[in-house]
């Protein structure tokens, strides 16, 4: 029998204050001040302090000495690696999305849903000096790019409805779908092929072709795209590209499926 817990009764309040201090910090922005973390937590200065000097105690954060700046310690390599052993969906895309970097020199890379946004969760370089990269721990809305929209495509209609009537359509770009009923139009179009394409949706000057990722019991947990700069777009077969995302994920989803039933 499962247990009705109040959630509020077992959340510790300085923990969550010194997460929100590690999801800071970003690629972005990797190192940081006390009054930058402040605006960014809004969590006290006497308070942050004596997280700041707490993690930095614990070897998460290292301080530095100049500029009293902060920034993440190489702890979280560790962890890195941690979570990529003992990750199925990460352990069984990465060659994949490997082979289809080499085969493009574009970066490919794999998302999933977290908080009705998406998330990046592994990605690959490219070898070019112009490029357009997703970065992992990236995040953005479901309704603009190919990847957070393959997501939105394979909701359920009940699902998807109460998500929309949640939501204000905000432009990203001049491209960005900002009608809903369009946007639906553009959804069932995605689930029907099987695959999404954005250009410029989300990124200006960046194209991006996605699929979807299932789980056994065919339900979306995962999705593969490609991007490149939309200057460099004429130098592929898009038929040729799509293939690869489509097939790739196929794949993934095929050897995750494998993986999961020999568990």
Known sequence: MQTNYNEEKY?????????????????????????????????????????????????????????KRYQLSMDFIFFSELVKRSSNLISVAEPIIQDINSSTTENVSVSILENNKRKCIASTGTKHELAALTYVGQLS????????????????????EKYLNEL???????NTIISKK????????????????????????????????????????????????????????IE?????IVSGSNEITEKLNVTNKSI
Do not use: W
């Open 141 to 160: 809305p479901l309704y603009a790019g190919a990847s957070a929209k393959v997501f939105l495509a394979y909701f359920s209609e009940t699902y998807l």
């Open 182 to 237: 369009v946007l639906i139009e553009e959804l069932n179009k995605i689930k029907e092929k099987g695959y999404a394409i954005s250009y410029e949706e989300r990124v200006k000057g960046a194209v991006s072709i996605s699929s979807p990722i299932f789980d056994p019991l065919m339900n979306i947990i995962a999705t593969l795209t490609i991007l490149i700069p939309t200057v460099r777009i004429d130098d592929y077969n």
């Open 11 to 67: 959340l510790m309040k300085t923990v969550q204050k010194a997460i929100h201090v590690l999801r800071a910090f970003s690629i972005e922005e990797k190192r940081l001040s006390l009054t930058e973390i402040n605006k960014k937590t809004k969590i006290g200065n006497s308070s942050l302090q004596r997280i700041l000097y707490t993690l930095c105690k614990e070897g998460l954060l290292q301080k530095s000495e100049e500029d």
């Open 168 to 174: 204000t359509l905000e432009p990203i770009t001049e």
């Open 240 to 244: 040729s590209l799509i293939s690869s």
